[in-house]
């Protein structure tokens, strides 16, 4: 899931309502936490996740390949 708030509408508060009511919805249909990502440098959802008590998780990373065209197979 991402959230997002079209550009005319942000800094309302909306960003935030969304992710709180996520996480309402996630703790009634029992989930046990969230794993949650975000850039490094959008310092709107860092600044939601903090203040919702998102913690980092240091070692972790996300990893990026394209796969569309050729060169997907496995080296040999
Ligand atoms: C990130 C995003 C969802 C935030 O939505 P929003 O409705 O603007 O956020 P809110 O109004 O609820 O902001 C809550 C708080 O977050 C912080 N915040 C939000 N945007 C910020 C920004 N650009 N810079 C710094 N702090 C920010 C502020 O502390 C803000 O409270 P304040 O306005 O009272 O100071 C919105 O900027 C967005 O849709 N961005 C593009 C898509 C995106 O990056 N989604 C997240 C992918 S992980």
Do not use: C, Y
């Amino acid at each position: 899931m991402l959230t997002g708030v079209a550009a005319a509408w942000q800094r309302r508060g909306l960003g935030m309502a969304v992710k709180v009511a996520a996480t309402h919805w996630a703790k009634a249909a029992g989930w046990e936490r969230l794993n949650v990502g975000t850039a490094g440098v959008n310092a709107g959802m860092r600044a939601i996740n903090d203040a919702l008590g998102f913690k980092p998780m240091p070692g972790w990373s996300r990893w990026m390949k394209p796969v569309a065209g050729p060169g997907v197979s496995a080296p040999r």
